[in-house]
């Protein structure tokens, strides 16, 4: 069974800093991985996909990595600022590409992030 | 750019009434998931639905629970009788086609009294 674990569970940074989210997974077989953004009291904002055969993906000041043989990856935030306040959830899925299957999300725990002025 | 959409935002029923929670996924997805959210937990699968039919559920998508897309656009959870352990933030989501992003919508509180 697939277990997705986040660390830190929470942090705080002044403005400006440079910082990294760390997610795990434990059955690092052919997944794809998926980061969201959530803010208090709604919905889950993708931020950046990374698929299977890939092992970055980038997005404005996001950056995130994948190793799929150590079942990690890592979301690096670049001079971050209050605006970036919010929960920070990796999710994976089965890359199931062509067989019509839907795959599920697991979802991490999450890390809360705020970025103080 | 296209968004899930997801109503009522806020559900507050009696205990063993039955509700329905109902989305508009994005229009040329293929896949549509319910997924729901405990207050402090993970957000956690329920079922995924693909070519008019069940694809997967989890262990807590028990008889209680169903899903249809009625009319090729929406797409609804019912929950025949609810308990008090079925309140949760409820969030619906789609995908284009595999390995692609699932789109979430903003969820619908569900609060069973």
């Known amino acids: 069974k697939q277990e997705v674990t986040q660390i830190p569970a929470a942090l705080s940074v002044p403005e400006g800093e440079n910082l990294v989210l760390n997610c795990s997974f434990t059955?690092?077989?052919?997944?794809?991985l998926q980061w969201f953004r959530q803010d208090p009291g709604k919905g889950l904002t993708s931020l950046l996909l990374i698929q299977s055969s890939q092992r970055e993906q980038t997005s404005g000041r996001l950056n995130a990595s994948l190793d799929k043989s150590s079942g990690r990856s890592t979301l690096y935030i670049a001079a971050s600022q209050p605006g970036d306040s919010a929960t920070y959830l990796c999710?994976?899925?089965?890359?199931?590409?062509?067989?019509?299957?839907?795959?599920?999300?697991?979802f991490g725990t999450g890390t809360r992030l705020q970025v103080t002025l | 750019e296209p968004e899930v959409t997801q109503t009522p935002s806020h559900q507050v029923t009696q205990m063993g009434q039955e509700v329905i929670l109902r989305c508009v996924p994005i229009?040329?997805?293929?896949?549509f998931y319910w997924y729901r959210q405990i207050l402090g937990q993970k957000v956690e699968f329920l079922v995924s639905f693909y070519n008019n039919e069940i694809s997967e559920k989890s262990e807590i998508f028990d008889d209680q629970f169903s899903v249809e897309r009625p009319d090729g656009s929406n797409f609804t959870l019912k929950i025949r009788s609810t308990k008090l352990e079925d309140s949760a933030m409820y969030f619906c989501?789609?995908?284009?086609?595999?390995?692609?992003?699932?789109?979430f919508g903003d969820g619908t509180r569900l609060s069973i009294l």
């Open positions: 059955d690092s077989a052919i997944y794809n």
């Open positions: 999710a994976v899925y089965r890359d199931l590409y062509n067989t019509g299957t839907a795959s599920k999300l697991t």
């Open positions: 229009s040329n997805h293929l896949y």
């Open positions: 989501a789609s995908m284009w086609y595999s390995n692609q992003p699932q789109h």
